[in-house]
């Protein structure tokens, strides 16, 4: 059942259309969609994981008999979707996985001849292209429903001030106006205030300051550099009852860093522009729930089978309601770690760990691929302030470094001793001293880069 606190905390009346009928509220034909969506989702995420499997087993058959019919990507899919009982695990896995690279050259295959009325109006969705692969396709006014909808259960779950101000640091694809009066559009909230993440850290600092939100959402990376070094952080505005982060991977000595700086746990979330919100983190651990009502994750080993709770994975996704541009058994591209169930009594699928690009992992010598992990810990030498790694080739390492003064002889041999220690004793390290290293285009931040073509 319902976590008490979280049933009783949240007191906001939704906004009314009708200013005599504040209270309870009459809201307008889509909000009264999104609310309806609210409340199968309070019913749903404390279902049996079995019942919501042959729930998103049954949906994911539905989109695929629609795209087998109408979308000319998915022609060759198998006639079995077509019938009306929901397959199997087994039979739905036999389908093949979508790649990233075969979305983009399918183009315009990807787009449904026919969409029903009530997914209407479409919208172009383009993703930022981080790979160098950027997807076009559609988003439907279902989809973007469900989108709204996941967001309002995020907030219910970490009981978010909606009433204070909120600031968003990442990338701004409209360079326009980034004030908003209201941060939430079914609820009372607070002004809503955007910044470019490529802003000098301590203009950012000082613009926090002056709008003292209750809530920040930035990249890991940017939230990294917000806070400073350890022990003497950046003060961020005590104002500041809750740190979002989305788009980089998440480790665990960042939500340390920020527990210690701030005393408040990071809260992040798995989201892309193609799929929409993926997983959110659970309001009492630091691992993920997967919004099973909007999509069908799976995690799989290099053999193509699922992943036992522990083991890590590619990510794969269906979408369960996009009928313009369904993406039936999707990589993204990213890895995962497979969690177990919660304690939190939800019925969710757990993922334990985000992880990251594929594109991100090691190449080691004999051609296979391992997620290179703890290099984190090495801005702890000397007066390391941010680090790049690059895998140049099978053997050899180039770390970038931007540094507050020169590391000294001895911390340099520490910090190649330290490399060695965590990808190998076999590796040539280049230490470079750099002023900055750049974002992407997209104003995330790559702190490993493989070079190395397996």
Known sequence: MADDTTASRFQDVPLSTDPAL????????????????????????????????????????????????????????????????APDLERWQSLPILTREAVQQAGDAMFATSVPEVQRPLQRVSTSGSTGMPVTLASTTITRLFFRALNVRTHLWHLRDLGGTFCHIRYQRDAGNLDRPR????????????????????????????????????????????LGDAPS???????????????????????????????????????????????????????????????????????????????TGQVVVTDLHNL???????????????????DCGRGLPVIREILGRVRGTMVLRDGTRRWPRGYS????????RQLQIEQ?????????????????????????????????????VELQQVESIPRQANGKFRDFICAVDP
């Open 183 to 226: 941060w939430s559009d079914v609820y009372p909230a607070g002004s809503s205030h955007g910044l470019d993440v490529f802003t000098d850290i301590d203009q950012q600092l000082r613009w926090l300051h002056q709008r003292q939100p209750a809530v920040l959402l930035t990249y890991p990376s940017n939230l990294d550099l917000l």
């Open 233 to 311: 952080f950046n003060v961020l505005p005590d104002s500041l009852q809750q740190i979002r982060t989305l788009g980089e991977a998440v480790s665990v000595e960042l939500r340390d860093k920020c527990l210690a700086a701030t005393g408040l746990e990071l809260v992040d979330q798995y989201s892309s522009m193609e799929l929409g919100l993926i997983a959110t983190q659970c309001p009492q651990h630091r691992h993920y729930h997967v919004q099973a009502e909007n999509v069908f994750v799976e995690i799989l080993d290099e053999s193509g089978r699922p992943c036992r709770p522990g083991e």
């Open 324 to 342: 313009a541009s369904p993406l039936l058994r999707y990589a993204p591209g990213d890895l995962a770690v497979a969690g177990e169930s919660c």
């Open 392 to 428: 140049r080739t099978l053997d050899s390492l180039l770390i970038r470094l931007v540094v507050s003064r020169a590391l000294t002889k001895d911390e340099s041999a520490t910090l190649v001793e330290r490399v060695h220690g965590i990808f190998g004793d076999y590796f040539t």
């Open 22 to 85: 504040a209270w309870p509220a009459f809201v307008d034909e889509a909000d009264t969609q999104l609310f309806s969506l609210l409340y199968q989702f309070e019913q749903s995420q404390w279902w049996r994981p079995a019942d919501l499997l042959a729930r998103q087993l049954a949906q994911a058959r539905i989109i695929a008999a629609y795209a087998r019919e109408f979308v000319p990507a998915y022609a060759q899919l198998p006639s079995w979707v077509r019938q009306q009982t």
């Open 377 to 384: 810990s090495l801005t702890r030498v000397g007066a390391i």
